[in-house]
T-cell receptor, first 112, second 111 residues
Framework: GQQVMQIPQYQHVQEGEDFTTYCNSS?????IQWYKQRPGGHPVFLIQ?????EVKKQKRLTFQFGEAKKNSSLHITATQTTDVGTYFC????????????FGQGTELSVKP | SQTIHQWPATLVQPVGSPLSLECTVE??????LYWYRQAAGRGLQLLFY??????ISSEVPQNLSASRPQDRQFILSSKKLLLSDSGFYLC??????????FGQGTRLTVV
């Protein structure tokens, strides 16, 4: 079945270092979404990418959607302790409307 | 704007006891509603989704059931909990082509 894979599963960085998580879908996606879940909290929507090759920025966060619309990445420049949490990518299931398939997430820890 | 209420926030239940988690949505009508489960340190597993009153689809066979008695109400239930039912349960509203709005979640521990 359709799968969304995310790597790495865990990433430990020193504050100020960069961080990247990668998302790969087994099928072409109409859009890709990214969410952040703080420890003990619920996932919160960050951004949606729709166009092939699209790049969007939110302050220190850069989101990219691959040309084939099957992969995506989230890059954080100069991590801060407030970036701690789990980052999920999600894509709509093929031909099934609003159902979202989530990647397994990348848990980011930042050492001050 | 859409608001999702989910309760209780935490729950400790003995094995074999029943379960009822409730989710209500405000700010939208006829929402598509979803129940996800997140095991410790894991991703989000889709359990059930509903496109309307009385319409429930199950994603995986399990010890749980769901009901949609009202347009903005989605309930997750179990008759007899298992240890493996422990996890973080999240209710979500997802529009077609839009993002997911999650409730605060219920952290269930079965002992």
């Amino acid at each position: 079945g359709q799968q969304v894979m995310q790597i790495p599963q865990y990433q430990h960085v020193q504050e100020g270092e960069d961080f990247t998580t990668y998302c790969n879908s087994s099928t072409t996606l109409s859009n890709i979404q990214w969410y952040k879940q703080r420890p003990g909290g619920h996932p919160v929507f960050l951004i949606q990418l729709v166009k092939s090759g699209e790049v969007k920025k939110q302050k220190r966060l850069t989101f990219q959607f691959g040309e084939a619309k099957k992969n995506s990445s989230l890059h954080i420049t100069a991590t801060q302790t407030t970036d701690v949490g789990t980052y999920f990518c999600a894509g709509p299931r093929s031909n099934q409307g609003g159902k979202l398939i989530f990647g397994q997430g990348t848990e980011l820890s930042v050492k001050p | 704007s859409q608001t999702i209420h989910q309760w209780p926030a935490t729950l400790v239940q003995p094995v074999g006891s029943p379960l009822s988690l409730e989710c209500t949505v405000e700010g939208t009508s006829n929402p598509n509603l979803y129940w996800y489960r997140q095991a410790a340190g894991r991703g989000l597993q889709l359990l059930f989704y509903s496109v309307g009153i009385g319409q429930i689809s199950s994603e995986v066979p399990q010890n749980l059931s769901a009901s949609r008695p009202q347009d903005r109400q989605f309930i997750l239930s179990s008759k007899k909990l298992l240890l493996s039912d422990s996890g973080f349960y999240l209710c979500a509203w997802i529009g077609v082509g839009t993002e997911a709005f999650f409730g605060q979640g219920t952290r269930l521990t079965v002992v």
